[in-house]
């Protein structure tokens, strides 16, 4: 399990290419690739490829337009792979469920259950 102090974080390996993962979308600041452990039909984390900041707070009020840049990629994954509607996730903190403290967004489409939030 990764824990705070994790550096490089996973997803930069995955970034410099030392974990396998199936990348699906990649601009200069941002990557996307499936969740390992998928909890929806479509389950895909995007990813500033910066690991500065540990959650959506840090990065809304470091760099908005990247933070902008990470839901642009979400819905175009989205258009690409579901009916274009989505749930966009960020667990922020130990207590909400993150494990990776290097931010991300989950994309989660596809045959979602309705009225719920988990
Ligand atoms: P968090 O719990 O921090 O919001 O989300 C971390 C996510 O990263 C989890 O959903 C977990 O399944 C995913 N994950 C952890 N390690 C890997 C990995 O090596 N590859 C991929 N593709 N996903 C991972």
């Given at each position: 399990m990764s824990t705070e102090t994790d550096s490089p974080s996973i997803f930069s390996r995955i970034v410099a290419r030392e974990i396998p993962a199936t990348i699906l979308a990649e601009t200069d600041r941002v990557i996307a690739f499936p969740d390992i452990?998928?909890?929806?039909?479509v389950h895909v984390l995007v990813v500033p490829?910066?690991?500065?900041?540990?959650d959506v707070v840090e990065l809304a009020a470091g760099d908005p337009g990247l933070l902008a840049e990470v839901v642009e990629v979400a819905k175009s994954l989205a258009d690409e792979l579901t009916d274009g509607d989505f749930r966009l996730i960020f667990n922020t903190g130990p207590n909400a469920?993150?494990?990776?403290?290097h931010v991300h967004a989950h994309v989660l489409g596809g045959g979602l259950e309705e009225g719920t939030l988990g």
């Open positions: 452990a998928p909890k929806a039909p490829k910066t690991e500065r900041y540990r469920g993150q494990t990776v403290f």
